[in-house]
């Protein structure tokens, strides 16, 4: 066990370097295959009234000119030991791990992603716990009763959730809830304090219902074949031979089994929202992670955006570290093998 | 014990039924079982009007192919057909009790407890995800309200009794670090954990190592004999029951083809199903002197069996009938000490049969 989850740290460490490569190449060599010099990339950091001169002073400063080994080294260096960004007017620190700095609005990555952070968390939990509860327990329900009323209506809704993106069912949320009925705040949110959890709440229940729909459809798709399929198993017939009750035979021995593929799928679904729920975010006002990466692609501010990428690789990588390791748990066929 | 009136009777009408006798006090007593699926493309009719009794400590075996309703009988005995599924009808007296049309939640308390099964593939029979100790002693923790601690004792020593080496630590290991042989002497300390006083066993050697069925049978005779339990073997194979069963029933189609003592099957079967059981069995006490004689055909469809005799399109022997195998559905009836047949086959015939062609070849 203890060898298994050393081997996945090791693993999931090398991935992100791979993920940390990938992107940066992406980022920092395509512009240029596309024709782009590093005089152009630099052009969108320096002034209007800058001229090629300058522009290429500035290239230089920035180092887009040197060799992409050598930037990447560069950006590798910042993010394990730190690193320091000439602004041209100051010399500013960027202590690690170092996800780069935007010498558009001149400040260092992580702190703007770390205070965006708690937003998409509190969307990203609150939603999660939504839709595994209602998606699960509609698919068990919809698997036992299999072609009732129930279930048709129930896959019917799922299928519509599915199908109908976050900006309709999210707009329409709110021009029911916030601007009609004015229960809830029209986008925007509160931080979470202890005196009034209730405000926090209020202004996240819609982007939490609308998140978790789309979600639990698919989820409660998945329970449901997946029910159907354990129920079938001998060893359901067997748990039912013994004289257990019914619902300890579906709860016990059905789910259980059931449960362990949608753990799979759960754990990435949540990774992919920690890195921002871009529509999500940006449907309701959200200041979360989402809605920094749509600002950042906006003004082309490519630090920015390689930073919120790999902050949300790195969010995928634990999220299957940790399905990985439950697995072990859930699973004892993989503790041994 | 199979000196039972009932039996001769055709099947099936309210007056067969209300002429039947009281109930014999047999320990189990199936009489005019009949499980019916409905289907879109009609109804399955896999136990169509069958009986036997089954007294305590001993041994009733169910032979047949895949398909005679040997699976659904057991399964209806255990109640665990699928509520709404299946139509059951008839009686099953388990101690004088009749489990047909029983509440669910009856049914399910005398699961385990009074009647249990063992499973024929004991590796998705078990739950993967649990130790075998915690499936043990779940099913004891179902009909016995004691500690954690006392029934993991109880699945410890029920392990041991069934020959597993080592209990207390292989208590906690699961199902999949267990051989075959030992998953299936683990389900069978499972099923005996309540202490039931019927087994059923389907097909609990079909899954395993040549080497290891004689070890298990040998563990069912033991235990039954230390339990006192009635027991069920349900397989297609004569060879498992030859040395385990008292009684025999041949199931064909949902029906019993012959229902005998074990010495009388094997020593003068009358049924020409029976022989082809007998003569597709390979057999290692005998020298080898022809091939195997396979019953030509396969086992009829359940929703349209044909009409007259069921068996009557694989059998050899059927023009001796005059054309009574087409039309008449032959009745299960006594042609002595109790030997039951189900076939239109005079006396004469069936013993000229068996002299000269049958016995000679087996």
Known sequence: MIVYIIRRLIAAVLLLFVVTAVVFVIFFEVPRLGGQTADDLASRYVGKTAGPEQTHLAAERLGFTDPLYEQYGRFVKGLVAGADYDTGTSVEHCPAPCLGYSFKTQNAVLPDLLDRLPVTLSLAAGAAVLWLLGGVATGVLSALKRGSVFDRGAMGIALAGVSLPIFFTGLLALSIFSYNLKWTPPGGTNPLDQDNPWDWAASLILPWITLAFLYAAQYARLTRAGMLETMQEDFIRTARAKGLRERSVVIKHGLRSALTPILTIFGLDLGLLLGGAILTETTFSLPGIGQYAVIALRNQDLPKVLGVTLIGAVFIILANLIVDLLYAVVDPRVRTS | ?362
């Open chain 2, 1 to 362: 014990m199979t000196e039972q009136e009932d039996i001769y009777l055709e099947p099936g009408s309210a007056l067969d039924r209300a002429a039947e006798p009281p109930a014999s006090g047999a320990f189990l007593d199936v009489r005019d079982l009949r499980v019916h699926f409905p289907t879109d493309d009609g109804v399955v009719k896999s136990v169509d009007g069958l009986s036997f009794q089954l007294d305590r400590g001993k041994t009733l075996g169910i032979v047949g192919e895949s398909g005679s309703g040997k699976s659904v009988t057991s399964l209806s005995i255990m109640g665990l057909h699928k509520a709404g599924a299946a139509e059951i009808s008839g009686e099953i007296m388990l101690n004088g009790t009749n489990l047909v049309g029983l509440g669910r939640e009856s049914v399910r308390k005398l699961r385990g407890k009074d009647m249990a099964m063992i499973f024929q593939d004991p590796l998705s029979s078990m739950h993967p995800y649990y130790s075998v100790g915690n499936q043990i002693i779940e099913a004891y923790r179902i009909h016995h309200d004691v500690s954690k601690q006392v029934a993991r004792k109880h699945a410890i020593d029920m392990l041991d009794r069934v020959g597993i080496p080592n209990p207390k630590s292989r208590v906690d290991d699961y199902p999949h670090q267990f051989s075959g042989g030992m998953r299936q002497r683990a389900m069978i300390a499972m099923a005996l954990s309540c202490d039931p006083e019927l087994l059923i066993a389907d097909e609990p050697t079909t899954a395993l190592d040549v080497t290891v069925q004689a070890q298990i049978l040998d563990l069912i005779r033991d235990l039954q004999s230390e339990f006192n339990s009635a027991v069920i073997i349900i397989t297609h194979d004569l060879g498992v029951v030859a040395e385990l069963a008292d009684d025999i029933l041949v199931m064909y189609a949902g029906r019993a083809a012959e229902y005998a003592s074990a010495d009388q099957i094997f020593t003068e079967p009358q049924h020409p199903y029976a022989w082809g059981l007998l003569g597709s069995m390979p057999r290692l006490d005998r020298e080898r002197t022809e091939r195997l004689l396979p019953i030509p055909g396969t086992p009829p469809s359940l929703i349209n069996v044909p009409d007259g005799c069921p068996f009557h399109p694989r059998c050899a022997y059927g023009e001796l009938n005059e054309g009574k195998s087409e039309t008449e559905r032959p009745v299960l009836r006594d042609i002595g000490d109790g030997h039951q047949i189900a076939c239109h086959l005079t006396a004469e015939n069936r013993l000229r049969l068996w002299t000269d062609e049958i016995k000679p070849k087996l």
